[in-house]
């Protein structure tokens, strides 16, 4: 199926609004407007995702999951596509993620759980667990460096 095509599934639930909403998103991500009647196979990992995102974002959600955004992708991809859930969070989009690129994840969130053996360990602001010297050396291994990170806030 191409990128169009994609979309336009993900917007079955809403099929009187799909144009538009695609249209909309085809603004917020140039990429997919650009590859719309290409086939979604043929996409980048970091695309790929992008894509999985829009199709989710076809209905309008008030909460996005994301599970492992970042798995398979290239640093830089993966710095995109943080750059990209910082931009939907911002934009009212709550995002709840899960994410085994800690320290990265850390740097993008308001507020993390860490968990070990599917267990909340540690809960509270990212920040302050990214901060958390047992954290830090247990979990992370380093202190986080902020990148764009979101405002105290967001949703993340």
Not at 83 to 112: D, F, H
Not at 135 to 153: A, H, I, N, T, Y
């Amino acid at each position: 199926m191409t990128v169009s095509e994609n979309l336009e599934m993900g917007g079955y639930l809403d099929g009187a609004h799909a144009r538009k909403r695609a249209a909309e998103l085809y603004e917020r991500f140039p990429m997919l407007a650009d590859k719309r009647r290409a086939a979604a196979r043929t996409l980048s990992g970091g695309q790929r995702q992008i894509l999985a995102m829009a199709i989710a974002l076809m209905n309008s959600p008030a909460l996005l999951l994301l599970d492992e955004p970042t798995a398979g992708l290239s640093p830089r991809a993966a710095e995109e596509l943080f750059g990209t859930i910082i931009a939907l969070n911002r934009s009212g989009v709550a995002i709840l993620m899960v994410e085994q690129n800690a320290l990265e994840a850390l740097a993008v969130s308001a507020r993390a759980y860490v968990l070990v053996q599917g267990r909340a360990e540690r809960e509270g602001r990212a920040a302050e667990l990214a901060d958390d010297p047992t954290v830090r050396d247990l979990f992370l291994g380093g202190k986080v460096q902020p990148m764009l990170g979101l405002s105290e806030g967001g949703q993340t």
